[in-house]
């Protein structure tokens, strides 16, 4: 093999002439070679962008082509034939589950949804009335740790299992639980009897029937929507989740900070922005002036651009193919033919196609959260249910890969050493 053809890379310092040869593995050389040849010199990458913080068996996601895959298996063909919890267990496990690994699992989770009633009582109703419900879910997901003491024995395979059953099965129940106290309306129970989705949606809907029953189109559409949330490998939130759960901290506390790092805009807050969007946009003859002021760097097309993807977002493919059957039920969005429009005219536009802006997952979720009646408050709140299975992932495969606790380093740039100046002298 010639030298050009090697799969390495060499580093020398320039300052001693001492090099080492590294080689390239699964697209990734080893950090811990460059740290023996210059001990002391940091790579400085703010936001991560060339920085690999683990190897990881989960996800793979190949932003350049636009190909996402749950342990091997395309997204596309998950969204299809597979159900949330089955992604869950796969995603968890690393395999799909044989009948009986389903039927145990399915059965585990959905008898884990009750809350303790305390947590209901004093704690839900403890919010003031018009408590943001991401707010609130990051703070009883915080809480469960209390009530789960034994959760911070994290070494214990099988006591693990059982608080990722329990972070599962409670967080929809969180979920609703926030939304009816932020409307003043009673919590329902969960129903046993019904679907992971038909659950959640019987949890936020229900009003004065013995039994809800779900429109099939609607369940199957949440259902779907979850999977093309549940991972999507070293994301903002889920590094945060390695982050935390790499100082041992219990799954509860580790959930709490990865739920926290999506509330923000820049991650999982996107969806509510985009409606907004199409809504100050409000009419096709509005659209180019509006393409213009993003050109013009006056703000951006929310819901376009990714820092991974440089290709069509393959959930947004999705989640658009949903849309119709969606709207078939609950009627089309009025603000459906104002996105189609802006995503056609920003696919021909040169500032987007130079820039490999394309719509990401949160173009379209919006639309279809808000026809089925979501306010805007819970967009965040549904992306948190579909991601705890993807951060419960990586949470245990960080525990089981022995990782060391997360501790970057940092490139000094403030002050040298100064004396201390008495107050009367400054
Ligand atoms: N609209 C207009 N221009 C954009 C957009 C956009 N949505 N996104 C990026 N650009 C431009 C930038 O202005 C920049 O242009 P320049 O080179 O002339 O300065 C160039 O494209 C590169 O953008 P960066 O900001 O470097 O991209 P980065 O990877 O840091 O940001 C992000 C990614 C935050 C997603 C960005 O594309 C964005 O703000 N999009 C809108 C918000 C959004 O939809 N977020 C959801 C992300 S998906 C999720 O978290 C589930």
């Known amino acids: 093999m010639s030298d050009t053809a090697r799969e390495t890379v060499t580093i020398t310092d320039n300052r001693t002439g001492k090099s080492v040869e590294v080689p390239i593995k699964d697209g990734g050389v080893d950090a811990k070679e460059w740290g023996k040849l210059m001990p002391g010199v940091w790579f400085l990458d703010p936001g991560f962008s060339v920085t690999a913080s683990t190897e990881s068996t989960i996800t793979d996601l190949d932003g350049l082509n636009g190909i996402l895959r749950y342990r091997g298996y395309p997204i596309e063909q998950l969204a299809e034939s597979s159900t949330f919890l089955e992604v869950c267990y796969l995603l968890l496990n690393g395999e799909l589950p044989n009948q009986k690994q389903s039927d145990d699992w399915v059965h585990d989770v959905t008898y884990h949804t009750f809350i303790h009633e305390n947590m209901r009582k004093r704690f839900m109703e403890g919010f003031h009335h018009d408590a943001h419900p991401m707010g609130m879910l990051v703070s009883a997901i915080a809480a469960l740790s209390t009530f789960y003491p034994e959760a911070k024995d994290i070494d214990d395979p099988d006591n693990r299992y059982k608080q990722i059953n329990r972070l599962i099965s409670k967080t929809p129940t969180l979920a609703a639980m926030a939304y009816r106290s932020s409307i003043g309306m009673p919590f329902v129970y969960p129903d046993n009897e019904l679907s992971y989705s038909e659950n959640f949606l019987s949890m936020m809907w229900k009003v004065a029937e013995p039994t809800y ?12 929507l979850l999977i093309l949330h549940a991972d999507h490998e070293q994301n903002c939130s889920t590094t945060t989740m390695r ?20 509330y ?37 097309l929310m819901g376009f651009g990714h820092r991974v993807y440089k290709a069509y977002d393959p959930r947004a493919r999705i989640v658009k193919g949903h849309a119709d059957k969606v709207f078939e039920v609950t009627g089309k969005n009025p603000l459906l033919d104002i996105a189609l429009k802006l995503e056609e005219i920003a696919l021909e536009d040169e500032y987007f196609k130079s820039r490999n802006l394309y719509p990401n997952v949160d173009f379209y979720t ?5 026809a089925m009646e979501f306010p805007m408050n819970m967009f965040t709140v549904l992306f948190s249910i579909g991601r705890m299975p993807g951060w419960l992932s990586h949470w245990q495969e960080a525990l089981e890969q022995g990782s060391r606790i997360s501790r970057p380093r940092q490139v ?15």
Do not use: C, W
């Open 213 to 224: 029953e779900p429109d099939p189109v609607l369940s199957k559409a949440l259902d779907v």
């Open 243 to 262: 982050v935390v759960g790499s100082s041992h901290a219990d799954p509860y506390s580790s959930a709490a900070a990865a739920t926290a790092a999506l």
């Open 366 to 370: 919006g639309l279809i959260y808000q």
């Open 412 to 426: 000094y740039t403030g002050e040298g050493a100064r004396d201390y100046v008495p107050m009367s002298e400054r």
């Open 264 to 300: 923000g805009p820049r991650h999982g807050g996107a969806n509510e922005q985009v409606i907004h969007m199409l809504r100050d946009i409000g009419s096709y003859d509005n659209i180019p002036a509006f393409i213009d002021s993003v050109k013009a760097g006056e703000g951006r």
